[in-house]
């Protein structure tokens, strides 16, 4: 045990301590920080600027449109309480609009000195509604902030809400009527619901359980790979040899995958803390920096229990490949050697990951069942099955079973070959000698 | 102390091709400097490897210091120095050394102190340069070849074995070795060293093994070893180059076995049942002018030549040193 202790905490501390590692560790929180406080805050950027918007609406329909889209711009309150209202002003654009009825014919003199405006800053742009707008068909609106979507989004809205309700007043409704039939906001809220009850938004389950998969591929490629690079240098540089007159190549593998697995975990650790913490402190640091909350889901609920299935997927599977990593590290003299007899073990990975998004859209279908039970894909598809729809507790169990068997067989052949391939040296071994291999040792 | 340091009990080993070793024994006692000698492929690194529980032998036990080699803890009294040698590149000189340290059981504290004093004793760490603190692929390979030295004998093993420790040294890192080697001696440790070098066995070696083929050839102290092979060989030159009367005697089967031609002087080893007096006779009465003719003691080159043979040697050999 003592040897084994040793060994992982060479694996670790030399890994821990390169500049590679800590740059990609940082980089979580970074690109986390990144996802979730940027868009906040640029569009809080982007709404501030709009404060100061000035936008001149050109109206040539003759039927008072403009002023209409002009009073739709400038958002109601939810209701009017000062707080509902205080809220309102701080989060929405308030576009200073100005209103000019124009003849049809005098269009395009005028557009020539608007354009001029918005060159000289004097304006941020302006929108030109006429017998088009009236048909319900388009209005144009030309300015600096024409390539921001959400502005472009809102001027699109207040046209659309200012024609429907001079529209409906047209058919001999009153303007109070219409001004209520035209509110009309309603947004999809999906609800994932499971044989517990509810459980959070189905947006977010699918984004967990990609995610899931996602860093399970990512890790078991980047540590796979690390493993056998470092297999390939203990045998390239002949240190094998020493190591294995002070322990069995059996503590030295265990060590090692024991070692790389750790190195993962604290990465991932600390991905995953960063991404909480943000996640929680969003709401403080996005109205310190001046934005209000943006559009949130709910994690979903995660029971012990699947969350023990999940951390016994990720484990299984990390160590099933790292063992064939080493395998075949063991095997090679050199890393182009690798690359290639490393193949084999990359296809049965990526044949895992090109079929998340097939099981993802139909998680009940056959692939999605098969794939899941398969040990290989397992790690993989699995937890992907798990966060889409809910998957009878013997099949997690079963698939869980499965994989761990092969991992015994996994870590059993690999350490065979590891034990010969590590002192042999010259050309790679054929399929038979490898068979030989294992059932020498 | 009676247990011998070593002691093979009929090991073999074959692969799919080959056999490698096959039922050798071995005996090696306590305080003594051990060569294991053979041509290249002659089963010497199996055997090292098979002692040091890195590969398994078919049949056969091992002992060391009176205990089987696959006990816990009994490789921590044994020092290795693998023919082909590496360090851990990126690592510092420190480091490595405290984890092979730390592998054979040596606590952290301990290993710090033992290696400051090897560094500073292998001029690795002066006032000016402190080579521990570098990476090892910042070092010569001369200092690389001193650090795994220091590897092995870290842990202050009673049982070192070097595995062809002189191929490759530059001068001043074989005469260390050699140093090294004798004082482990004087200190009461055993050492065991495979070469194909016979001058340094000759040199060093108080016993010897002589492998060929994946067999023992002949063993014993190196005294004995000599003496067993003395009285066949004898040391001729002459006075001018020989003519073809003189070369056609030294080419009679019955009388010389085989022959080591220098030109002008010879290593005679007779045949069996001939005669040195006769082989005298012989010669001066093909007229030859005698400057020397002495019945010698052999050389272990010459030994080795006489009971491997000359089938069993290799290019890699090399002899007079």
């Known amino acids: ?441 | 102390m009676t247990e011998a340091a070593l002691e093979i009990r009929g090991v073999s080993k074959s692969y799919a091709e080959h056999v490698a070793v096959s039922d050798f024994s071995l005996s090696v006692p306590r305080g003594t400097v051990y060569g294991l000698l053979g041509p290249n492929g002659a089963g010497k690194t199996t055997t090292i490897r098979m002692i040091l529980d890195i590969i398994a032998p078919d049949s056969g036990s091992i002992s060391i210091l009176g205990r089987p080699h696959g006990d816990r803890g009994v490789l921590d009294s044994v020092g290795y120095l693998p023919e082909e040698r590496g360090l851990y590149k990126k690592m510092s000189v420190r480091d490595v050394l405290r984890f092979l340290a730390e592998l054979k059981g040596v606590d952290r504290r301990t290993a710090n102190a033992r290696i400051d004093e090897w560094l500073s004793r292998m001029g690795l760490r002066t006032d000016a340069k402190d080579w521990g603190k570098a990476k090892v692929d910042e070092l010569s390979r001369g200092m690389q070849q001193k650090v795994q030295f220091i590897g092995t004998l870290l842990h202050d093993p009673s049982l070192v074995i070097l595995d062809e420790p002189f191929s490759g040294l530059d001068p001043i890192n074989a005469q260390a070795l050699k140093d090294t080697v004798v004082e482990l001696r004087r200190r009461g440790k055993t050492v065991i060293f495979s070469t194909h070098v016979m001058d340094s066995a000759e040199r060093l070696c108080d016993s010897v093994c002589i492998i060929a083929g994946g067999r023992k050839v002949l063993d014993g102290k190196l005294a004995d070893v000599r003496a067993e092979n003395a009285g066949h060989t004898v040391a001729l030159a002459l006075d001018g180059d020989p003519d073809t009367a003189i070369s056609s005697v030294l080419r009679d089967r019955a009388l010389v076995a085989r022959m080591d031609d220098h030109g002008r002087n010879f290593e005679i080893e007779l045949a069996a049942g001939a005669d040195a007096q006769e082989l005298l006779h012989r010669i001066v009465a093909a007229g030859a002018r005698i400057r020397r003719f002495e019945q010698v003691q052999p050389s272990l080159h010459q030994i080795f030549l006489q009971r491997v043979g000359a089938t069993g040697v290799e290019e890699g050999m090399s002899g007079h040193g």
């Not at chain 1, 609800?191 to 995610?211: N, P, V």
């Open chain 1, 1 to 441: 045990m003592d040897k084994l202790w040793v060994v992982i905490k060479r694996e670790y501390i030399e890994r821990v301590r390169t500049k590679w590692f800590v740059f990609v560790t940082l980089f979580g929180p970074i690109f986390f920080a990144a996802i979730m406080i940027v868009p906040g805050y640029l569009s809080v950027r982007g709404m501030q600027d709009a404060r100061v918007n000035s936008v001149r609406i050109v109206d040539a329909t003759g039927a008072g449109l403009g002023y209409r889209v002009a009073e739709k711009l400038v958002p109601a309150a939810a209701d009017s309480s000062d707080a509902a209202v205080a809220a309102r002003d701080s989060a929405l654009t308030y576009m200073r609009s100005e209103v000019r009825e124009v003849a049809p014919a005098t269009l395009a003199a005028l557009e020539d000195s608007l354009v001029a405006d918005v060159m000289a800053q004097r304006l941020t742009g302006y929108l030109i509604l006429d017998s088009a707008t009236m048909a319900g068909t388009s209005a144009r609106y030309a300015g600096r902030n024409a390539s921001s979507v959400g502005e472009n989004e809102q001027i699109e809205n207040a046209v659309r809400a200012a024609l429907l309700e001079s529209r409906i007043e047209s058919a001999g409704i009153d303007a109070a009527t219409a001004e209520s039939l035209s509110r009309v906001r309603v947004r999809l809220a999906a609800e994932r619901i499971t044989d517990e009850g509810k459980g959070g938004s189905g947006l977010a389950g699918a984004i967990f359980g990609f995610a899931i998969a996602f860093l399970l591929y990512m890790s078991i490629i980047f540590y796979g790979q690390a493993i056998l690079r470092g297999v390939l240098e203990e045998k390239t540089t002949r240190v094998a040899e020493v190591v294995m007159s002070s322990v069995t190549a059996d503590t030295l593998l265990a060590g090692k995958v024991i070692g790389v697995g750790a190195v993962g975990l604290t990465q991932q650790l600390t991905w995953v803390a960063s991404g909480v913490l943000f996640w929680k402190l969003r709401g403080a640091i996005l109205s310190a920096i001046g934005a209000p909350g943006m559009p949130s889901f709910a994690f979903p609920a995660i029971e012990p229990a699947v969350l023990i299935a999940l951390v016994l997927f990720f484990l299984l599977g990390y160590t099933l490949y790292a063992a064939l990593f080493a395998a075949v590290g063991a095997m090679v003299g050199s890393q182009e050697e690798a690359n290639q007899a490393s193949q084999p073990v990359m296809m049965l990975l990526v044949f895992s990951i090109i079929f998340v998004q097939p099981v993802m859209m139909d998680p009940t279908s056959t692939l999605a069942n098969v794939m899941s039970l398969i040990p290989f894909s397992a790690p993989i598809i699995m937890p992907v099955r798990m966060s889409a729809t809910q998957v009878p507790g013997v099949e997690i169990a079963g698939s869980l079973l499965g994989v761990a068997l092969a991992c015994v067989a996994c870590i059993w052949l690999a350490a065979r070959i590891y034990r010969i391939g590590l002192l042999m040296y010259g050309k790679r071994p054929s399929l038979r000698e490898l068979a030989r291999w294992v059932r020498q040792s």
